[in-house]
Each structure stands twice: as structure tokens, then as C-alpha cells.
């Protein structure tokens, strides 16, 4: 068991948090027409680098949306940030 940071809550078991997503990936313009192949491109495609990476998370118990930067490699913990912009 891996032990994530909330930036609002510290530090709880994993099993409280869900990846939200790649940090910079961005979604299609769905206000008009996305053809189906820019469509699986968005759902399919992850970068999956090795090392340092930058991801959106969400603790699931305060709600919190935070960038999390971690080594897909060790999967060691770098740092968290939270994304509202009123946190001191």
C-alpha cells in the first residue's frame, strides 16, 4: 500500500485517491463535430513516460483535485499541488 499526500487532508492510504488524468492532455473541442479517430486518440493515448511525470488526481474522500508528480518508475511520491488557486 502506497501512502498519496492530499494537500488539504495529508497524507492517507491510497486506496482514498483516483487518477484523474495526465496533467496537459488536452480534450477535444466537443462544442462542434470530433471525428471518431481524434475521439479514440483523446480515450486511448497516454504517454506513459518513464521518470518524473505529472498527473491530476482526486481525493475521493475531501473531493480535493491536486497535481501529483511522481517517478513512474519507483512510483515514489515527488510532490502534490493543489489545482484551486484560493489555497494558501
Given at each position: 500500500?502506497?501512502?498519496?499526500t492530499c494537500?488539504?487532508?495529508?497524507?492517507r492510504?491510497?486506496?482514498?485517491?483516483?487518477?484523474?488524468?495526465?496533467?496537459?492532455?488536452?480534450?477535444?473541442?466537443?462544442?462542434?463535430?470530433?471525428?471518431?479517430e481524434?475521439?479514440?486518440?483523446?480515450?486511448?493515448?497516454?504517454?506513459?513516460?518513464?521518470?518524473?511525470?505529472r498527473?491530476?488526481?482526486m481525493?475521493?474522500?475531501?473531493?480535493?483535485?491536486?497535481?501529483?508528480?511522481?517517478?513512474?518508475?519507483?512510483?515514489?511520491?515527488?510532490?502534490?499541488?493543489?489545482?484551486?488557486?484560493?489555497?494558501?
Amino acid at each position: 500500500m502506497q501512502i498519496f499526500t492530499c494537500p488539504s487532508c495529508g497524507a492517507r492510504d491510497e486506496r482514498e485517491f483516483h487518477f484523474s488524468g495526465e496533467l496537459g492532455k488536452v480534450r477535444p473541442n466537443t462544442t462542434g463535430e470530433v471525428n471518431e479517430e481524434e475521439w479514440a486518440t483523446y480515450l486511448h493515448t497516454q504517454g506513459n513516460e518513464l521518470g518524473a511525470v505529472r498527473e491530476v488526481w482526486m481525493h475521493m474522500t475531501c473531493a480535493e483535485l491536486f497535481v501529483m508528480e511522481r517517478d513512474s518508475v519507483t512510483m515514489e511520491v515527488l510532490s502534490t499541488t493543489p489545482l484551486r488557486k484560493d489555497v494558501s
